[in-house]
C-alpha cells in the first residue's frame, strides 16, 4: 500500500456520536495523516496451580486522527472552505455572508461532533463521535498549516476501495507567510515565526450503551495561547518586558492577502504577554515569547475571517 494514494474525509454529524456515511462530496486536502486506535485491555488474574496468564478482555475504544490543513480560502468569498467543518469540531462557530465573508470565532454552545475517515489504498480508518483541537502554524516563506487532533469515541478499520465519485478539492493556493501585514499592540514586530493554539480540553463522555463505551468527545475548556519570536528593539522603541511586568493587553492583526475568497486575517482583541526570554536567531538578539489570548465580550478570543 502507498502512503501516498490516500484520501481524507470528514462531515458534521446529524446525531451525536453516530457514525455518518462519508462519501467524495466530504474529502478535502491534507497532509502528515495519522490514526491511533486504542482499546482498554482489562487484565484477568484468577488463581491456578499454574503460573500462566489467562487472556485479557478488549474493553473501551477510542482514537485519535490528526493531520495538516493549509490556510486557505474556498476561492469564492462567503462560502466556507474545506477546513470550516474541521474548525466546527474544535469548538469554532462559523458565520456565512453572502459574496462577503467566513468568519470563525469560539463558541462554548451547540459545538458540532464531527466524523472522519482516511482512505488509504484500499483501507478505510475511520473515528466518530469526535471532536479535537486546532494550532496555525506559520513560518515566514512558507504556507501558513493548521494541526488538528481529533479525538473519537470509537474507531472502525475496514476494506474500502479509494472514493472516486464526487471527489472534488479547493483549486486556490495558500499564502506563504511574507508580505503580510501584522501589528501586535500597535508595534508592527520583526518576526519570522508566529503559532496559535487553541488548547481545548478534550474529555470523551462515559456511556456504557454505547458500543465502545463511550457517547462522544467534548470540549469542555480552552485556553487560547500564541508565541511568537520578534527581533529585540530599543525599549524606546518597543518595551516587550515593560508590557510583561505591567500585565497590560494589545490587539492583534495578521492579513495574509490573496485573491478574493482567498484572504485569510486573523485578529486576537486581547493578547497579553505571559513569558518573554532571550533568544539567538543566528547572531542576531531575538527573544521568545509566549501570549495568552484574552477574552474581549466573551467567545471572541481568536478570530479567523476569509474575505
Known amino acids: 500500500m502507498l502512503v501516498k494514494r490516500a484520501q481524507m474525509t470528514a462531515k458534521a454529524e446529524a446525531v451525536e456520536g453516530t457514525a455518518e ?78 459574496s462577503t465573508s467566513a468568519t470563525y470565532k469560539p463558541a462554548s454552545t451547540d459545538i458540532k461532533s464531527i466524523s472522519l475517515a482516511m482512505y488509504n ?27 488538528f487532533v481529533f479525538t473519537g469515541a470509537d474507531y472502525t478499520v475496514t476494506d474500502v476501495a479509494l472514493l472516486s465519485s464526487g471527489v472534488a478539492y479547493e483549486s486556490t493556493k495558500p499564502m506563504p507567510f511574507m508580505a503580510a501585514t501584522m501589528t501586535l499592540d500597535s508595534y508592527a514586530a520583526m518576526i519570522g515565526s508566529m503559532e496559535f493554539n487553541m488548547n481545548n480540553d478534550i474529555v470523551l463522555r462515559d456511556d456504557i450503551n454505547a458500543i465502545s463505551g463511550h457517547k462522544s468527545a ?17 525599549v ?47 547572531g542576531i538578539r531575538s527573544l521568545g515569547i509566549d501570549c495568552q489570548l484574552n477574552r474581549n465580550a466573551g467567545d471572541d478570543e481568536i478570530v479567523i475571517a476569509f474575505t
Open 121 to 147: 489504498d484500499g483501507v478505510r480508518y475511520g473515528i466518530f463521535g469526535a471532536r479535537g483541537n486546532v494550532s496555525i502554524k506559520a513560518l515566514k516563506g512558507k504556507p501558513v498549516m493548521l494541526h
Open 218 to 234: 467534548v470540549i469542555t475548556g480552552r485556553k487560547p495561547s500564541l508565541s511568537i519570536d520578534p527581533e529585540m528593539v530599543l
Open 236 to 282: 524606546a522603541t518597543y518595551d516587550f518586558f515593560g508590557k510583561l511586568r505591567s500585565g497590560s493587553e494589545g490587539a492583534l492583526t495578521l492579513a495574509l492577502t490573496g485573491s478574493a475568497g482567498n484572504i485569510a486575517t486573523i485578529t486576537a482583541p486581547k493578547v497579553q504577554y505571559t513569558k518573554v526570554g532571550l533568544a539567538d536567531k543566528s
Open 21 to 98: 456515511t462519508l462519501a467524495g462530496a466530504d474529502a478535502f486536502l491534507a497532509e502528515n495523516i495519522n490514526f491511533n486506535p486504542e482499546t482498554e485491555m482489562g487484565d484477568r488474574n484468577p488463581v491456578t496451580s499454574g503460573l500462566s496468564q489467562f487472556s485479557k478482555v478488549a474493553g473501551a475504544r477510542k482514537a485519535t486522527m490528526e493531520f495538516d490543513v493549509e490556510l486557505k480560502g474556498s476561492g469564492t468569498a462567503g462560502t466556507a472552505p474545506a477546513l470550516g467543518k474541521l474548525l466546527l469540531g474544535c469548538g469554532f462557530a462559523e458565520t456565512l455572508v453572502a
